[in-house]
């Protein structure tokens, strides 16, 4: 039998939310999609114990094996069910269901109490939404919707499946809960970054705050993973205000193979609840995400000792600093935080100024790292990171400094906020690991110059990376020329891609206007250079084609020398450390050529291997039949879906298995869209805005034409069902006449074309900076004043000529 695939799961889950959507908003019925998940996996799980416990046991007889089958301590390796959790007895109920899923979660958690106390049963499936409580029938279809998939471990494609569809599910109701989703997720780029910050290690303990659906935490164990720790081998620890929020991070940490993380739900601030003997607990790491701008009391307020660097004003919605030294006041001697903060807190004055001089005074802050705008739920506000040392744990070289970096316009724009790609990411860890100065970028600070400074922590004072203003040469705007300077400043540029300015410009005539030696310091456009033709000339200039080609060809042996640890790992198991291997190897090939810096290059295969980590994943547990299985069930599940958000025939397996259907069932779609429309058009009743006709439209339809359409739309959709119908066998038989050697020959390809086209996606980026340097000069240069002064005087004698033919003098 076939795995269950990722995109299947997760078409399968967003399928789940559909059914709850209308009245409620994804705020409002997370709770409800994330409950139903995490029972019927814990019920399928059960089963396979259950199943295991009766094999174990059935020597002694059925009754024996029966009876210890139902005994808490007979699981270990699962929670145990009763039998009013399981998911046969959810099938049956058909009254009071929402009653019935309550009985379920509370009797499933009063079971397991030591990892799932408080974390299910506050879910109230009874719950007042607006005027009514979600209807039998819909909490019925719901039951009914997750029984269609087993949620087995054994049946998924690769082991961390689940949890890996889990964070796509928060990420889908944070992006639908719009400034909501703030208070739950932080996007994963700046997860990863922050933990790369704070470099984790096997035998450390970890701990967040503020710690949300737990992404930090899971974030920071995958890191260790990939490094070559043990992972198991790690505290996990957090703490969570709200408790929706709080139970969607037990259920995250659960499914994710976390169950020891120590998660507390409570008042950071407040009550912090990790403590013993009076004492706060204290972390090798803190990575956190809080909450902006909030209000906080100091009344009540237990350990009130950590904050010995000051109290920052109780209203005006500041306790941002007091996060601050939260997190300071848990770290072990050696210890490093990194936190997401406001900008706010780098500048204002007040009580905060004094906290943030205290800070510096004591040698905490180790680097500030301005985000781009838009990255977070919840705020369009650029943010920025602080990363934290315990008092005197600096590194020597590091001690009475703080570095800054301005990574703002580090980002890839959206539809609806921006993100971090991996180059950017790679950026900021350079400049944050080599603390060093890099103009534009980044800058060292001492103590002395931020105390001038009134201890402001604003990064554009300090590393301001303002791009310098556009040149414009006063001689080449007056006589003509394209300034060599200019040229000159961009030579880095060109360089970089082989590419040279001989077919572009010429030596300027000293005969133009301007003295020799001005001329001698301008180029011209070469004859019948346009902005046409400047494509072309960069496209086909032979340095810029052949340094390409020496790209390409050192991508190619370094694939031909490095993919082996991608087909070995069925056998070896080594994921994250194949991951490491290849993305400093492709580095180390590819950087010698000049044409892609370092952070590019780390983005090309960082990329790729995101984008193909769960095939991957699968790659490592079922081979390379495995990988074309997910692929297969994927591209039937996506046709058989009308409402798929991707379309089936994209995926890369089709034109290497079905090409011939292809354009056929693309041109069957195109006239199922196109009747639709026009269907549509004629019944779509006018808006009440319209004004009434004197007369029928001029495109209105009779009945009769609607008749044809419509029975032309049954007759497509037929057409269609046919074809996919024969394009789902074809290429189940395509993908049963692939032997062993042809499966990994045909994933590979598949892969490494999918790499070649993430570094051609750069390569062209490249290359059309190079054109666009070029249109600029075109642009600003290209017409002179004097050109100007000829066309006034040509056009003024053309007119003075036209009137003289008229007869005016």
């Known amino acids: 039998m076939r795995k269950l695939t990722l995109p299947q799961l997760e078409r399968h889950l967003f399928a789940a939310a559909d059914i709850l959507r209308g009245k409620m908003d994804a705020s409002e019925f997370k709770e ?7 029972l019927k996996r814990a019920s399928d799980m059960f089963d396979t114990e259950h199943e295991r416990v009766i094999e174990r046991f059935k020597a002694r007889g059925q009754q024996e094996a029966e009876h210890r089958a139902e005994q808490p301590e007979s699981y270990r390796e699962a929670f145990f069910v009763p039998k009013t959790a399981r998911w046969a007895h959810l099938r049956r109920l058909h009254d009071n269901v929402g009653d019935g899923i309550n009985k379920a979660l509370a009797a499933l958690e009063h079971a397991n109490p030591e990892s799932l106390e408080g974390v299910v049963q506050h879910i109230d499936f009874n719950r007042q939404v607006g005027s009514s409580r979600i209807p039998d029938k819909k909490l019925r279809d719901l039951i009914a919707h997750f029984s269609r998939y087993r949620l087995r471990t054994d049946d998924f494609e690769f082991p961390d499946l689940l949890g890996a569809a889990y964070e796509y599910l928060i990420k889908e109701f944070a992006d639908s809960a719009g400034k909501k989703g703030g208070e739950f997720y932080t996007p994963r780029a700046v997860v990863r970054m922050m933990v790369r910050l704070v470099k984790p290690a096997e035998g450390m303990s970890i701990y967040d705050p503020c710690s949300g659906s737990g992404g930090m935490l899971i974030h920071a164990k995958e890191y260790v993973e990939e ?10 620890a957090g703490q969570e205000n709200a408790g929706s929020v709080w139970s969607i991070s037990k259920m995250n940490l659960l499914l994710h193979g976390i169950p020891d993380a120590k998660i507390e739900n ?30 906080y009391s100091q009344v009540g307020m237990r350990y009130s000792n950590r904050f010995r660097w000051g109290w920052a004003p109780e209203g005006g919605k500041k306790a941002d600093l007091m996060f601050v030294q939260h997190m300071v006041a848990v770290l072990k001697g050696n210890g490093i935080a990194a936190t997401v903060m406001p900008h706010g807190v780098l500048f204002r004055g007040g009580a905060e100024r004094d906290i943030r001089t205290r800070l510096l005074d004591d040698d905490i802050v180790e680097a500030v790292i301005g985000l781009a705008p838009n990255l977070f739920y919840g705020t369009g506000i650029p943010a920025c990171v602080l990363v934290l040392r315990a008092p005197g744990s600096k590194p020597p070289e590091r001690a009475g400094k703080v570095l800054f970096i301005n990574a703002d316009h580090e980002y890839a724009a959206g539809r609806a906020q921006n993100y971090l790609l991996p180059e950017h990411i790679e950026k900021i860890v350079y400049a944050y690991e080599a603390f060093t100065d890099l103009p534009g970028y980044a800058r060292i600070v001492t103590r002395d110059e931020l105390r001038d400074n009134d201890d402001s922590l604003n990064i554009r004072r300090y590393a301001d990376n303002a791009p310098p203003p556009e040149p414009h040469d006063v001689h080449a705007h007056l006589y003509g020329g394209i300034p060599k300077a200019e040229v000159a400043d961009k030579a880095h540029l060109f360089t970089a891609h082989g590419f040279t300015t001989d ?34 000339l960069v496209n086909d200039h032979p340095g810029a ?22 087909i070995e790992l069925p056998s070896t198991q080594r994921l994250m450390a194949a991951r490491t291997e290849l993305i400093d190897s492709f580095t180390t090939a590819l950087l010698p050529i000049g044409l892609l810096d370092q952070f590019q290059i780390a983005g090309v295969i960082v990329r790729w291997w995101d984008a193909n980590q769960f095939d991957l ?9 495995g990988v074309i299985d997910g692929w297969v069930t994927s591209i039937e599940t996506a046709m058989e879906d009308e409402k798929s958000r991707t379309d089936p025939l994209d995926h890369r397996l089709v034109p290497k298995l079905v090409p011939k259907y292809l ?22 009743p006018a808006s009440e805005d319209d004004e009434p006709a004197d007369e029928e439209p001029e495109d209105s339809i009779s009945p009769a034409e609607l008749k044809r359409l419509r029975a032309e739309l049954t007759k497509v959709k037929k057409r269609q069902r046919e074809l996919k119908t024969r394009f789902i066998a074809t290429l189940e038989k395509a993908r049963a006449d692939l032997a062993g050697p042809q499966e990994q020959d045909l994933v590979m390809d598949i892969w490494h074309e999918d790499l070649t086209t993430h570094l051609d996606g750069y390569v062209t980026t490249h290359r059309h900076q190079v054109v666009a340097a070029l249109e600029n000069w075109l642009d600003k240069y290209a017409v002179s004043l004097i050109d100007l002064e000829a066309q006034r005087d040509a056009a003024t004698a053309q007119f003075a000529l036209c009137l003289k033919e008229l007869g005016y003098e």
């Open 32 to 38: 409800y999609i994330f409950g139903m998940l995490f």
């Open 227 to 236: 490094h070559g720790g043990n992972p198991r081998n790690l505290l996990l």
């Open 266 to 295: 409570d008042d950071t601030l407040a009550n912090p609840r990790h403590a013993h003997g009076g004492q706060l607990d204290l972390f090798d790491r803190v990575l956190s995400n809080p909450p902006f701008s909030m209000n």
């Open 503 to 536: 077919a572009v410009f010429v030596d300027r005539d000293s005969a133009d206007l301007g003295s020799a030696a001005q001329s001698s310091a301008y180029h011209d456009f070469a004859p019948g250079v346009d902005r046409a033709s400047l494509a072309a």
């Open 545 to 566: 084609c052949a340094r390409e080609a020496e790209l390409a060809a050192a991508q190619q042996s370094w694939w031909d020398e490095h993919s082996k640890l991608v």
């Open 617 to 625: 994943r699968t790659l490592a547990t079922h081979g390379f039949g």
């Open 663 to 684: 354009d056929e069932l693309a041109a069957v779609e195109a006239q199922r869209v196109d009747l639709d429309a026009q269907i549509k058009a004629a019944t779509t």
